[in-house]
């Protein structure tokens, strides 16, 4: 088992930054890549980004490409997602997720463990 716990929600105004982190531990050979998805009240969860663990290779959805950055960090065993030029759109329950697999994961299906989630609401 991988055990995630995500920190740094809240909420901010349009245009501010906000950065969320998740920390992983347990079995974490089995998180070869993870994620951060995202859901908003009455939408299904979808791809926000994604990083390779071992590479630091990453994965954006288009909404995300040149706003949003992520990154980890081996040692503190911790990824990152920077978040700037928010939009009340971006308003959604954020979630952290790892798979044991490689490749673009852009599907929930893909991920087998996730947090509990972490709320970001973005005022106009």
């Known amino acids: 088992q991988v055990q995630l716990v995500e920190f740094g929600g809240g909420l901010v105004q349009a245009g501010d930054s906000l950065k969320l982190s998740c920390a992983r531990s347990?079995?974490?050979?089995?998180?070869?890549?993870m994620g951060w998805f995202r859901q908003a009240p009455g939408k299904e969860r979808e791809f926000v980004a994604q990083?390779?663990?071992?590479?630091?290779?990453?994965y954006y959805a288009d909404f995300a490409e040149g706003r949003f950055t992520l990154y980890r960090d081996k040692a503190k065993n911790t990824q990152t997602l920077e978040m700037n030029n928010l939009k009340p759109e971006d308003t959604a329950v954020y979630y952290c997720?790892?798979?044991?697999?490689?490749?673009?994961?852009?599907?929930?299906?893909?991920?087998?463990?996730w947090g509990q989630g972490t709320q970001v609401t973005v005022s106009s």
């Open positions: 347990g079995r974490i050979d089995a998180a070869a890549s």
């Open positions: 997720a790892a798979a044991p697999r490689l490749g673009r994961l852009v599907s929930p299906d893909n991920y087998d463990y």
């Open positions: 990083i390779t663990w071992s590479s630091g290779t990453t």
